[in-house]
T-cell receptor, first 114, second 116 residues
Framework: DTAVSQTPKYLVTQMGNDKSIKCEQN?????MYWYKQDSKKFLKIMFS???????INETVPNRFSPKSPDKAHLNLHINSLELGDSAVYFC?????????????FGEGSWLTVV | AQTVTQSQPEMSVQEAETVTLSCTYD???????LFWYKQPPSRQMILVIR??????QNATENRFSVNFQKAAKSFSLKISDSQLGDTAMYFC?????????????FGQGTTLQVKP
């Protein structure tokens, strides 16, 4: 069983569209994250939720809206997609934020905006 | 603000040999965590090894070990007996200890090619 699973894995869409990426973790963790990896492979955190509460929002455009219906799920909705949003988006999770526990990543969702 | 620097964009090593990947970081924190993640062509991010800054002993995980030099703010990864499956991009990452929000700060990555 995949510990952190994301859907879809690949997504090609046109500029201006709205799309969502879903994430689920079955590790029993209480903290979930979204990271973005750009075309130069640079990884940067976007959001973090702890027990459904937003704890990190890294100056991401408000076209990006995360939603956590419960602590096992963290979805990412993107409005009015732009070419620069093309990237790989990684969902991740960890237990007990603040303890330095290992962060486990999903396989990534490769978004291409054309 | 913390920064992580990996000065070797690409490296190669012959199978069965040893290679060391460099990482330096900048922080005013005294306690923190350091990680090495591996990203093979499949894009999956896989934890290789982690180090707590308050521990003087260098972490080891089978063929992987680190050389943690706190004063120099250096955290290099040594891969012994390199295998073809070690071919991947390797990322060094930093996490704060106090006020920890689980945020990882990554370096730019080093692409490692293991040659047969």
């Amino acid at each position: 069983d995949t510990a952190v699973s994301q859907t879809p894995k690949y997504l090609v869409t046109q500029m201006g569209n709205d799309k969502s990426i879903k994430c689920e973790q079955n590790l029993g963790h209480d903290t979930m994250y979204w990271y973005k990896q750009d075309s130069k492979k640079f990884l940067k955190i976007m959001f973090s939720y702890n027990n459904k509460e937003l704890i990190i929002n890294e100056t991401v455009p408000n076209r990006f809206s995360p939603k956590s219906p419960d602590k096992a799920h963290l979805n990412l909705h993107i409005n009015s997609l732009e070419l620069g949003d093309s990237a790989v988006y990684f969902c991740a999770s960890s237990q007990m934020v603040g303890s330095g526990n290992t962060i486990y990543f999903g396989e990534g969702s490769w978004l291409t905006v054309v | 603000a913390q920064t992580v620097t990996q000065s070797q964009p690409e490296m190669s090593v012959q199978e069965a040999e040893t290679v060391t990947l460099s990482c330096t970081y900048d922080t005013s924190e005294n306690n923190y965590y350091l990680f090495w993640y591996k990203q093979p062509p499949s894009r999956q991010m896989i934890l290789v090894i982690r180090q707590e800054a308050y521990k003087q002993q260098n972490a080891t995980e089978n063929r992987f070990s680190v050389n943690f030099q706190k004063a120099a703010k250096s955290f290099s990864l040594k891969i012994s007996d390199s295998q073809l499956g070690d071919t991947a991009m390797y990322f060094c990452a930093f996490m704060k200890y106090s006020g920890n929000t689980g945020k990882l700060i990554f370096g730019q990555g080093t692409t490692l090619q293991v040659k047969p």
